[in-house]
Each structure stands twice: as C-alpha cells, then as structure tokens.
C-alpha cells in the first residue's frame, strides 16, 4: 500500500503562488504516476496534472496549463504542485493520488489507486 500525505494549501491572493506538497510512504518503489485533482463545492473531481515518478513527463489541464508544475523529489518521496498567477477558480479541495501502473488515461481519476484526504487551497479576490 501507498500513503499519501497532502501539505501547503491555504489561503492565496489572487495572482499569488502556493506550493502544495504530496509525501508517500509504504510501498513508494512501487508508484509509476502521481497526479493532482481538485473539487470545488458542488462539482466534480477534476484532473489538474499527472506526472511520471521515475521519469518526470507531466500531463495537465487546460485550465492550468502555464500556470502550475508539477515536480517530484524521489529520495523524498514527495510530488509538488506549484501554483502560480492563481485564480479564484482554483478554489478547492487537492487531492493528490498514485497509481502502481502505466494509467488507461491520465486525466482520470479512476486510473488512480491510492489517494490522499485533500488539503485546502482558498482564493481571495
């Protein structure tokens, strides 16, 4: 199994940056591809990026592209999500998740295996 651990949201000026941060312990040999997912109130989980642990190729969303990176710390064990010239739409709920395998599509959550409780991320106007 494969524990994830999410860290770094809080409140944000719009326009400012935050860094989100993804620690996984367990059975960390094992993970291929971490991704992040948001949900605001009242709407579905959505993909916001995926990465390749060992290799690093990143995959993210429209809404986000330009904007955010996604990185890994392999001898930490940690996946990030840098969040810059934030919007009040990436207002939510992140969630970070893991797959042992080569995911069917990237984009979705239910290639995902293990998943963290979420952290927080509020935009101010």
Known sequence: Q??????GGGLVQAGGSLRLSCAASGRTFSIYAMGWFRQAPGK???FVAAIWWWS???YYADSVKG???????????TVYLQ???VKPEDA??????ATGRR???WFSEVSYDHWGQGTQVTVSS
């Open 2 to 7: 494969v524990q994830l651990v999410e860290s």
């Open 44 to 46: 579905e989980r959505e």
């Open 56 to 58: 690093g190729g990143a």
């Open 67 to 77: 904007r955010f990176t996604i990185s890994t710390d392999i001898p930490k064990n």
């Open 83 to 85: 969040m810059n010239s």
């Open 92 to 97: 939510a709920i992140y969630f970070c998740a």
């Open 103 to 105: 995911p069917s599509n």
